[in-house]
């Protein structure tokens, strides 16, 4: 993950309200009925699904600039307990105690859960690199208007970084499908903040909103797979990663100079 004060850069640019509102657009244009039309193996995939899995993406990757201001500091606080796993381990206390309390699948929730959080990193670090293309055009402003703006920011991404992007996305929502261990993983979550709300000293609130934000990403994922058999787990999945994929090679194609 880049520095900090990049992130901050990134926030608090110009352009970034226009351009999250042109990756907003072009997140509701890749999963309309229109384009989904293109893909007949995925028919089967009710609406309902679909507009869940919309939702999530312009509520928890991409929300609005006001939304993502409010985000911002505990995303920071998360993304430390991302990077640095060793923090949980020091309000969890030891590991036998814990496999006690959650089961034998706790190692294996634990590393599932900081996977699943993982993919909001990079979904800013992805989002960097958008931006910083964005501040290489001669006139981003007039750039932003332009047809196939998205597209062609998308274009001058690293194919290694956009498949880093894809993966983490599709490596979330493959969590949110297994629903026990789903429903561990939030045990867990919930129990560290309990720990630090006894520990105020120690726990700030930017901590505590960092662990309140991975439960909502968590809980609001579960949501869309809920109903879902494990049959149409795995067509969303599979939908996801094509559609994702298409989109980034269709834009290499039209847009990048061989």
Not at 49 to 62: D, G, R
Not at 191 to 204: F, W
Request: hydrophobic letters at 40%.
């Amino acid at each position: 993950m880049k520095p900090k004060k990049e992130t901050s850069k990134v926030l608090f640019h110009p352009y970034f309200p226009s351009f999250i509102e042109l990756y907003q657009k072009s997140l509701v244009s890749r999963y309309s009925k229109e384009n989904l039309q293109s893909y007949p193996e995925f028919h089967t995939i009710s609406e309902k699904t679909i507009l869940e899995l919309l939702s999530f993406f312009l509520e928890y990757l991409y929300p609005s600039y006001e939304n993502r201001k409010k985000l911002d500091a505990a995303f920071d606080a998360l993304s430390g307990f991302v990077n640095h796993p060793t923090k949980i381990w020091g309000i969890l206390g030891n590991l036998a105690m814990s496999i006690f309390r959650f089961g034998k699948h706790f190692p294996m929730a634990l590393k599932a859960g900081v996977s699943a959080l993982h993919s909001y990193v990079t979904a800013h670090s992805f989002e960097e690199d958008l931006v910083f293309a964005l501040d290489a055009q001669k006139n981003p402003k007039e750039f932003l208007e332009s047809e196939f703006a998205m597209e062609k920011l998308i274009s001058f991404v690293e194919k290694e970084k956009a498949d880093a992007f894809r993966n983490d996305v599709c490596a979330l929502f493959s969590i949110f499908s297994d629903k026990e261990l789903v429903r561990k993983i939030i045990l867990i979550m919930e129990d560290i903040l309990q720990k630090m709300e006894s520990k105020p000293m120690i726990y700030t609130e930017s901590d505590k909103n960092g662990i309140l934000l991975g439960v909502a990403i968590l809980k609001e994922g579960r949501k869309i797979f809920d109903l879902l058999t494990k049959e149409a787990m795995n067509l969303v999945l599979q939908a996801i990663d094509t559609i994702e994929n298409d989109y980034y090679q269709k834009a290499c194609e039209r847009f990048r100079k061989n």
